[in-house]
């Protein structure tokens, strides 16, 4: 009898490894589906990106978009230095946070032999000192004789942006008496806000695409000595190496392309409350022909 049970004992356990197997194989059967073996990740793709709302649209644009092809996508938000080392260093996989020629002029040149530079997917942007309308000067010529309305101070965003670089040349080459308040891209959206509901005047370091533009009634200060550049474009850097290892993905940011007008309705999504990827994904389903155009086809 004892001799019995132990071989009915060893037949369960026989058939219970023989079900877990099954199941495994079940398991991995319902996540496939493509060619390459189903619907299951494929390989990982890093993204850097700069905590500007214009890039943080972009970037989360482009993380669900190649989330939807299969990808396992991380982006990092870090400042513009780390973003520009990383990619570099082929520590990203690729940014769509390149403006160019100006705004990261400096940092592009340091790795421009190490990097493949697929051109641009936004055409149009600007940088330079943004003020309310309402403010009775129209360039950074005048600010010194109306310090005082502006406290003295130009509001800011993230130590080490190229706007940031670009103000600090402004402020030698005009002659300005003011400083340069570091912030953030959120804070000084705060404090313009604030300044705008108390029709208070204030300076604030501005770029083209951004909500700010839809929500409040701004200008540029003319800048006549050419420090903040001129029109700019925004472009996508890859690693080498990334058309080989993740072709799909490769082409999928090769031919990333949008308009000021789309960057504009994920920013004020994101600003009316929304999460960035919630706010891409709204985008996404709203331009599924433009997406489709980026999607290269099997």
Known sequence: MKRFLRVLSLAAVLVMSAAVLFGCGQGGSESGGNENGGNESKDKVTLGYVEWDSEIASTHVV???LQDMGYDVDA?????GIMWT???EGDFDAIVSAWLPGTHADYYAKVEDKVENLGPNLEGAKIGLVVPSYVTIDSIEELNGVKDQFGGKIVGIEPGAGIMSATEKAIADYGLDYSLQDSSSPAMAAALKTAV???EWIA???WTPHWMFAEWDLKY???PNGDYGGAEHIDTIVRPGLKDDNSEAYEMLNNFYWTPDDMNAVMLDIQNGMSPDEAAQKWIADHQDTVESWIPQA
């Open 204 to 206: 604030v370091t501005g």
């Open 63 to 65: 993380k669900n978009v």
């Open 197 to 199: 509901e108390n029709n």
């Open 86 to 88: 990383g990619i570099g």
């Open 76 to 80: 990092q938000a870090v400042d513009a």
């Open 221 to 223: 200060l003319d800048d």
